[in-house]
């Protein structure tokens, strides 16, 4: 069974800066295979892309997060990252880690992000 943990979410003035992580596990479930990526929710609103990197390393932003927010994996630990600088009230919600390959689809419990301004 595969695991995906979130962490690093917290309240945080405008301007500041979060690190979020994602711990995968799983007997069988080979991290550095999967293309990693973060969503995000915003009271009302649908869950959105935030970044994501494939299993070579390349990665996509949202236009609303390009220039702010780094997107990063270390295959030896399992975990992947989300370095969030410049942040804004916008940013306000819960993140989600998501893992991709063919038709396997895992997500993580989330973690909240409150940004205040």
């Known amino acids: 069974q595969v695991q995906l943990v979130d962490s690093g979410g917290g309240l945080v003035q405008a301007g500041g800066f979060l690190r979020l992580s994602c711990a995968a596990s799983?007997?069988?479930?080979?991290?550095?295979?999967?293309?990693m990526g973060w969503f995000r929710q915003a009271p009302g609103k649908e869950r959105e892309f935030v970044a994501r990197i494939t299993w070579i390393g390349d990665t996509t932003y949202a236009d609303s997060v390009k220039g702010r927010f780094t997107i990063s994996r270390d295959n030896a630990k399992s975990t992947l990252y989300l370095q969030m600088n410049s942040l804004k009230p916008e940013d306000t919600a819960v993140y989600y880690c998501n893992a991709q390959r063919s038709r396997y689809d895992y997500w993580g419990q989330g973690t909240q992000v409150t940004v205040s301004s």
């Open positions: 799983g007997r069988t479930f080979s991290f550095s295979s999967y293309t």
